[in-house]
Every structure is written in C-alpha cells, then in structure tokens.
C-alpha cells in the first residue's frame, strides 16, 4: 500500500510535537491504529480522519492527497460546526464565547472589523489609522497610545 497517508498524518503529529500515545489519546483513537496507519499498514477511517479534523482542524483533503493548506480554514471549520451542530446551538455557543471575559480581545476584533466595513468618516479613519500605525511601533508607542487614550476617553476603561 501507498504510504503518503500515514507520512502526512505523521508528519502532521510530529508538527503538534506529540508522540503517538498522546496523538491517540488527543483523537481518541488507539495507539495501535494510529501506529498501523502511519506505517501505510491500514488506511485512516473517516472516524479517524474526522476525530482529527475535529480536534485539530486538520484538513483531510490534505491527508488523503498532500493537496492544499495542512490545516482547515477558519471560516470552513466554522462551516463543519453548523453542520454537524445546527444553527441555533452553534448560535448559543458563540453568543456565550462572545460574553466570556476570556475571549475579550476576540469580541473587540469582531466589533472592531463591523466597524471598519462600515462606511465612515475619513477623518475618523485618519485617526485610527494613525493609532494602528504607533501601536505596531512597539511596546513604548503602545503604553504612549494607551496614555492618550485613556485620558480622552476616561468612561471607556473598565466598560470593555
């Protein structure tokens, strides 16, 4: 048997810089089977190649073929959770990922990209370009950014 299957799918598991044993645990998939597939003795099924998708975002196309991008895009992977959950419970999932303070920065990004989509003032946009600009300079221009900030916009610290 071709073995560029199981080469990918080690190649893959050596990139996440886990041995077999943990890969098997991870995708719940026994370590014997993981070990035959990677050796071209048995091909992957679609639960196999599916646990890795779901767990990893790993791209099966790529392991079945060695075409196209190692890992799943965002945006497909977003796609497969409709899928497999439904609308309304992927809505509820996301509303509550949205809430929780740990994926703050994700949520501002997220309103921070409806805004700029948005049509808006020139000079608006001005401005905002330039504190991107200094914040990308470095560590002292972002502590400066958010010195300026916070005191023109003194209600907003503590509301985000």
């Given at each position: 048997?071709?073995?560029?299957?199981?080469?990918?799918?080690?190649?893959?598991?050596?990139?996440?810089?886990?041995?077999?044993?943990e890969f098997s645990r991870e995708i719940k998939i026994s370590q014997t089977t993981v070990s035959r597939v990677e050796s071209g003795e048995k091909k992957p099924s679609k639960a196999f190649l599916n646990a890795m998708m779901v767990r990893y975002a790993v791209n099966p196309n790529w392991i079945l073929?060695?075409?196209?991008?190692?890992?799943?895009?965002?945006?497909?992977?977003?796609?497969?959770?409709?899928?497999?959950?439904?609308?309304?419970?992927?809505?509820?999932?996301?509303?509550?990922?949205?809430?929780?303070?740990?994926?703050?920065?994700?949520?501002?990004?997220?309103?921070?990209?409806?805004?700029?989509?948005?049509?808006?003032?020139?000079?608006?946009?001005?401005?905002?370009?330039?504190?991107?600009?200094?914040?990308?300079?470095?560590?002292?221009?972002?502590?400066?950014?958010?010195?300026?900030?916070?005191?023109?916009?003194?209600?907003?610290?503590?509301?985000?």
């Amino acid at each position: 048997m071709e073995n560029g299957i199981g080469k990918r799918i080690q190649q893959f598991r050596e990139k996440l810089g886990l041995n077999q044993g943990e890969f098997s645990r991870e995708i719940k998939i026994s370590q014997t089977t993981v070990s035959r597939v990677e050796s071209g003795e048995k091909k992957p099924s679609k639960a196999f190649l599916n646990a890795m998708m779901v767990r990893y975002a790993v791209n099966p196309n790529w392991i079945l073929t060695g075409e196209g991008a190692m890992f799943t895009r965002a945006e497909d992977y977003i796609l497969k959770g409709l899928e497999l959950f439904g609308e309304k419970e992927m809505s509820v999932a996301l509303t509550k990922i949205l809430k929780n303070p740990q994926f703050a920065k994700f949520r501002l990004l997220l309103e921070a990209g409806e805004l700029v989509s948005d049509d808006i003032d020139e000079e608006l946009a001005a401005y905002l370009l330039y504190i991107i600009k200094n914040w990308r300079e470095g560590e002292r221009k972002q502590h400066w950014v958010m010195g300026q900030l916070e005191m023109a916009f003194r209600e907003v610290k503590g509301n985000y």
